[in-house]
């Protein structure tokens, strides 16, 4: 019966090895990027929640910064600033 050589055959193990590897660290970062997407929602949602909260307590054309916790009125379109 006839075979390849030892090195070509040490040498596609490893390749074989090594594309496994990869595909796994894919899998892997699939999830992780799947987990991440979650967790952007739930805070997008979250946001909205307290968005809400503070638009009920402070009103529809207040503006807070996040900075310094400072309410302001929207600047109405066409005002000069």
């Known amino acids: ?3 390849i050589e ?5 040498d596609l193990q490893k390749l074989h090895t090594e594309f496994n590897k990869l595909k796994t ?3 892997d ?9 979650l967790r952007v929602e739930e805070l997008k ?3 909205q929640k307290h968005e809400m909260s503070l638009v009920d307590k402070y ?3 207040s503006v807070v910064n996040l900075e ?3 309410i302001k009125e ?3 379109d066409g005002e000069d600033k």
Do not use: P, V, Y
């Open 1 to 3: 019966m006839k075979k």
């Open 6 to 10: 030892e090195k070509e055959l040490t």
């Open 25 to 27: 660290q894919l899998g």
């Open 29 to 37: 970062l699939a999830l992780q990027k799947h987990g991440i997407c």
């Open 45 to 47: 949602s979250e946001f």
């Open 59 to 61: 009103g529809a054309n």
């Open 68 to 70: 310094t916790g400072e």
């Open 74 to 76: 929207k600047e109405k």
